[in-house]
């Protein structure tokens, strides 16, 4: 796993699944296939559910989202095969949401909204992967960066500096200190310096819990 897809997944798993979702096409740009997976099974979306191929852990839980979303659309009879499938193939960490779903089915409901799976995916699956992240640990303004240009896919000083309420002057010497810790990048896109998000080189390093309270704030 690179740092960009543990990045996601602790993005993921504080439910904030739009910044998890451009986190994902990063890791998947340096290569991760897991991560386009769990992009995947994110997205809800029955069509690249069906066209895209799994990981064998990530393959269950899939079929598992894919059967969820017939049954809300009043397939319960294609919903049970598929879940049952999944059922058949799936380890420990899937099982028991399978078989709830497979005993739901076979009462003639309809499961809850989507979120309730993907709440339970997302713990099922991601917490594994977050120990393996790579961010050092740092004051929480600079996670707040971390999270805003990832939400943006990159961002100009002066918009940064707009989102925390800085001066530009201020902004700019945090920002420089994030670049030399290699935190963040600058990318120049024609005239224009952006700042970005960068990932897979720290993946050695542990998330601290002043990142997880970042985070949850």
Do not use: C
């Not at 700019?172 to 224009?192: F, H, P, R, S, T």
């Amino acid at each position: 796993m690179n740092a960009a897809e543990g990045y996601a997944d602790v993005l993921a798993l504080q439910g904030s699944y739009e910044e998890a979702n451009l986190a994902y096409t990063q890791a998947v740009e340096l290569g991760s296939i897991s991560a386009l997976g769990k992009q995947t099974i994110l997205s809800g979306d029955l069509e690249r559910l069906a066209q895209h191929s799994f990981t064998p852990e990530l393959h269950p839980w899939a079929q598992g989202t894919q059967a969820w979303l017939l049954a809300q659309t009043g397939e319960l009879t294609a919903a049970l095969n598929l879940a049952q499938t999944a059922l058949a193939e799936s380890e420990a960490a899937a099982r028991a949401n399978l078989t709830e779903l497979v005993q739901t089915l076979k009462a003639g409901k309809r499961p809850g909204e989507y979120g309730v799976w993907l709440q339970r995916f997302v713990k099922a699956v991601l917490q594994g992967g977050i120990s393996a992240f790579g961010l050092l640990e740092m004051p929480p303004v600079m996670t707040n960066i971390i999270k805003i240009i990832v939400r943006k896919n990159g961002l100009k000083l002066p918009e940064i500096a707009a989102a925390l309420n800085q001066v530009p002057q201020d902004t700019q010497k945090i920002l420089d200190e994030m670049v030399a810790k290699g935190y963040i990048q600058q990318v120049q896109n024609k005239k224009e310096v952006l700042y970005k998000a960068r990932f897979g080189r720290k993946a050695d390093r542990t998330l601290s819990s002043d990142i997880w309270s970042a985070l949850d704030n």
